[in-house]
Nanobody
Framework: QVQLVESGGGLVQAGGSLRLSCTTSVRTFSTNAMGWFRQPPGKERESVATISWNGGSTYYADSVEGRFTISRDNAKNTVYLQMNSLKPEDTAVYYC?????????????????WGQGTQVTVSS
């Protein structure tokens, strides 16, 4: 049973920062792309940022480009999402996921394992 545990969510004022972490038990972590997704209230889940198996390539949604940074530490089986200049529209439940592919990709159907999610709330 693969487990993913997210942490770092919380309540922050607009303009503030948060750093999300996701540690997984997947044995092939160093060969899998990883992704962060989010689901705002009443909306569908969307891709936020993804990273290739070795961190060599990344993908960002237009809405977070330049504000968020995804990174990974293969020695710790952990992926991070640094979120700066947060806006109220970033409010959502954030999920990390393990891709079945090695290359960064934004498609939820390409991800086999998902965490339980962590709430991020940005107040105006």
């Amino acid at each position: 049973q693969v487990q993913l545990v997210e942490s770092g969510g919380g309540l922050v004022q607009a303009g503030g920062s948060l750093r999300l972490s996701c540690t997984t038990s997947v044995r092939t972590f160093s060969t899998n792309a990883m992704g962060w997704f989010r689901q705002p209230p009443g909306k569908e889940r969307e891709s936020v940022a993804t990273i290739s198996w070795n961190g060599g390539s990344t993908y960002y949604a237009d809405s977070v480009e330049g504000r968020f940074t995804i990174s990974r530490d293969n020695a710790k089986n952990t992926v991070y999402l640094q979120m700066n200049s947060l806006k109220p529209e970033d409010t959502a439940v954030y999920y990390c996921a393990v891709s079945i592919y090695s290359n960064a990709n934004p498609y939820p159907s390409h991800y086999a394992h998902w965490g339980q999610g962590t709430q991020v709330t940005v107040s105006s």
